[in-house]
């Protein structure tokens, strides 16, 4: 029987394979495995492995010449600008041996050249050493080039996220105008769940493969034979690549261990992405404080408060941040798990109860103090291990998270949380009493540039509750994916576009107004400053977002059962959000009810087709998810921290003792949502860097 322990310890593994090649080398990695890394161990796993040293994946970079082993580790594929810079590293250094590792699978870099997948051993990576030897300068010198699926990350027991995916997004109304423009109008789709997976762009298809590919090879390494299922029509593509994948064809046949996987598109459900109900610890301190550099799950944690360095403007740069991945101490593991899935008070108060016990075990002089917590109060513990050394180095992990909640209760942004709180609640509300026009219009007065008459005259804390730009957007995402469930309007279309130029015009003042751009803001407009943005960019780039927005309210046209995650007030209880991956859980858990036709049962092949065959004159029953002891759900697009309870107390409730584990691209921020469907490389990423 496998266990929870075993499917975390996959991307453990993988890296076993990298660290068996580092040994007296120097190593080049690009950001989006160095963050698989830092959740597997980190950089010192790498030394303690035998490397010499860890340097960033640039052409900036180079070795002395008495470092003769370089070892290069990319998440992309060998062409292109990950090419350009492992040459510039090369020629710069005076390396004898190189090894050249690369997270995509040698059957897509033969996908890549347009070459048969079926062609026997591994020529592109043997063309590429003989490159390596040219570079270095002698062909007898050593190169080897191998692949290592490094994709996956273990955040918790029930998490696994994959950075070097983190921009895969599902496909939205704007993407099949795209794929249409470069077809035939005869052989045009209709709608986005009419793609299939040759029809989409050659890059988001090499991705889809990179995917899939990492997913056999943890399925391979758990011996896990897997039925797929899929919601949404980019998992519908990617749950077809899987069955058809010809390793996992083969795996199957042999495989001891059964399991279910459900792929689900995050456009199935925004509402709970983008909204701020989440009653988790963990889901605000990655909203307020800032992304580690160049990671996109992990964020930075000032350590001043257990230096002696005095706090300044420019202090933030003198001690390097702390961060959320703890892996080495199991009691900091338990801590992390608690306040990844534990409501927000009750991890607040496991916060201070590992700090306490933390303090207590170094006989640390502790003022023990009840009721609430607070920022001051966790600060006060925290310091205590100021003058400590060989305390501070054994619970650091404990004072890195502790430092990490009181960082986010007293941050100024908080305060606008609960703001959007409230004014979702209201729109909530709104929506089963009034068409969509309506209840859009609400929205208009809050967009008023920041620091206005009244918020000047009223004092700076009422400046922390206005919404800005972002708070904004992320309610308009929160509204159009609920559009649907509104009346339907008297007035036709034509209110509806008068109102969303007006949205667009105040929206386009407030982001002008800005003194400066916040990273959603840069990515939405292409600028890094206000000195670069015009108004008429600015107006020209909300157009687009609103083009994106009018598309969202259509996500679940397609689904015949699962169609609504609204109930309207009855007069006794108020309208609420009803999320989707409970209502597929209670589809999965319940056995008493019919077969749901929208969760899409992938693993075709022979059998699946006489079942069906047969199912026309007698009964056969199709697999269903919920028939195996184990399932994993794949959230495309990222999983927030509060569906992960979701999951875990809702299992709990329908089966307790079932084994679920979550996978997913990412682990989100609600202002994530936004610059994943504003982006303009969802259908072109960029996988040869």
């Not at 299939?196 to 890059?203: A, H, K, T």
């Not at 610059?675 to 072109?684: A, I, K």
């Amino acid at each position: 029987m496998l266990t929870a322990e075993d499917f975390t310890q996959f991307p453990l593994l993988v890296w076993e394979k990298v660290f068996a090649k580092v040994k007296k080398a120097v190593v080049f990695m690009d950001d989006r495995c160095a963050e698989a890394l830092h959740w597997s161990g980190g950089a010192a796993a790498l030394l303690e492995a035998g490397a010499r040293n860890l340097k960033q994946f640039s052409s900036f970079e180079a070795c002395g010449e008495n470092e003769p082993k370089a070892v290069f580790v990319v998440s992309t594929l060998l062409k292109g600008r990950t090419v350009d810079i492992i040459k510039d590293i090369i020629s710069l250094s005076n390396f004898q041996y190189c090894v050249v590792i690369t997270a995509v699978p040698h059957s897509v870099h033969l996908f890549a050249n347009n070459v048969s997948s079926e062609m026997g051993g591994n020529p592109v990576f043997e063309q590429f050493e003989e490159k390596l030897c040219e570079w270095m300068g002698n062909m007898n010198y050593t190169a080897e080039v191998m692949h290592a699926p490094v994709g996956f990350a273990s955040v918790s027991q029930q998490l696994l996220v994959a950075p070097t995916f983190a921009q895969l997004f599902p496909l939205l109304p704007p993407d099949l105008e795209s794929i249409n423009a470069k077809r035939p109008e005869k052989k045009r789709f209709g709608t986005l769940n009419d793609l299939d997976g040759q029809s989409l762009p050659v890059e988001l298809q090499m991705e889809i493969k990179c995917l899939v590919s990492v997913l056999n090879s943890m399925f391979d390494a758990l011996g896990l034979k897997e039925e797929s299922f899929a919601v949404g029509p980019m998992s519908r593509i990617i749950a077809g690549e899987l069955a058809n994948h010809s390793q996992a064809r083969n795996r199957r046949k042999t495989a001891p261990n059964k399991a279910s996987i459900i792929f689900i598109d995050r456009t199935m459900d925004l509402t709970g992405a983008v909204g701020h109900h989440g009653d988790n610890l963990v889901e605000r301190i990655l909203t307020v404080l800032n992304p580690l550099p160049g990671h996109v799950t992990d964020v930075q944690v000032d350590m001043l408060e257990l230096t002696s360095v005095q706090k300044t403007p420019h202090s933030q740069n003198t001690v390097a941040p702390g961060c959320l991945a703890q892996t080495q101490s199991s009691s900091v593991r338990v801590l992390w798990e608690s306040m990844l899935t534990s409501k927000h008070k009750e991890a607040l108060m496991e916060v201070r109860r590992h700090l306490v016990e933390a303090a207590t075990k170094e006989k640390l002089p502790i003022k023990m103090s009840m009721g609430r917590v607070t920022p001051e109060q966790l600060c006060s513990y925290v310091k205590l291990f100021r003058t400590n050394w060989e305390a501070l180095e054994s619970h650091c992990g404990v004072l890195q998270l502790g430092l990490a909640t009181a960082q986010m209760l007293r941050h100024p942004s908080l305060a606008r949380w609960d703001s959007c709180l409230a004014f979702e609640r209201l729109l909530l509300q709104a929506l089963g009493d009034s068409d969509f026009p309506a209840v859009l219009r609400q929205l208009l007065p809050l967009m008023k540039p920041r620091g206005g008459e009244k918020s000047s005259s009223s004092g700076s804390r009422l400046r922390e509750d206005e919404c800005g730009p972002d708070e904004l957007i992320l309610l308009l995402v929160y509204l159009y994916s609920l559009a649907a469930e509104a009346q339907q309007a008297d007035t036709g279309e034509e209110e509806l576009e008068k109102l969303e130029r007006e949205l667009i015009g105040a929206l386009t003042l407030v982001i002008t107004q800005e003194t400066e751009l916040s990273p959603l803001l840069q990515n939405l407009t292409g600028c890094a400053t206000p000195d670069e943005l015009s108004t008429e960019r600015a107006h020209s780039a909300v157009e687009k977002m609103f083009e994106t927005l009018r598309g969202l309210s259509h996500m679940r046209d397609h689904l015949k059962q699962l169609r609504s995650v609204y109930t309207a007030s009855d007069g006794v209880h108020q309208a609420t959000y009803r999320p989707f991956l409970r209502q597929i859980l209670e589809e999965v858990f319940q056995p008493d009810r019919p077969e749901c036709p929208d969760i899409e049962h992938m693993s075709g092949g022979l059998t699946d087709l006489l079942k069906t065959g047969f199912s026309m004159f007698m009964k056969v029953s199709r697999p269903r998810p919920g028939d195996n002891p184990l399932l994993f759900f794949f959230l495309v697009g990222g999983v927030t921290p509060s569906e992960l309870r979701l999951i875990k107390d809702t299992v709990s409730s329908l089966k307790p003792g079932t084994q679920v584990l979550v996978l997913s691209t990412r682990l989100l921020r609600p202002t994530d949502i936004p610059e994943l469907l504003f982006s303009t490389q969802r259908l072109h990423p960029d996988i040869s860097f």
